[in-house]
């Protein structure tokens, strides 16, 4: 069992960057990690993963702007957030599980950051 914890969100003008951090409990290096969001009325959507080898993938909506990244030493992934936009306005999710994947087959989760852009 881990428990994950985000930080990092909060208020970002157009254009801007945050980067946010997920810390595991334990040791997460034999997992894989995903990160997704949520927008008000909207579903989750998975928008980065990488496997516990380093092995990334990216949605369409982020790729080119994003990176996720992880410090096993550390038990903590990343998600660098760059050019952000009005839309990627939403709660943002960690996730620890076997594969890495942008759907929603995770076994752990974190409790979320809000992430919003606005001027």
């Known amino acids: 069992q881990v428990q994950l914890v985000e930080s990092g969100g909060g208020l970002v003008q157009p254009g801007g960057s945050l980067r946010l951090s997920c810390a595991a409990s334990?040791?997460?290096?034999?997992?894989?990690i995903g990160w997704f969001r949520q927008a008000p009325g909207k579903e989750r959507e998975g928008i980065s993963c990488?496997?516990?080898?380093?092995?990334?993938y990216y949605a369409d909506s982020v790729k080119g702007r994003f990176t996720i990244s992880r410090d096993n030493a550390k038990n903590t992934a990343y998600l660098q957030m760059n050019s952000l936009k009005p839309d990627d306005t939403a709660v943002y999710y960690c996730?620890?599980?076997?594969?890495?994947?942008?759907?929603?087959?995770?076994?752990?989760w974190g409790q979320g950051t809000q992430v919003t852009v606005s001027s």
């Open positions: 996730a620890a599980g076997p594969l890495a994947t942008l759907y929603h087959e995770y076994d752990f």
């Open positions: 334990g040791r997460m290096d034999h997992y894989a």
């Open positions: 990488i496997s516990s080898e380093g092995t990334t």
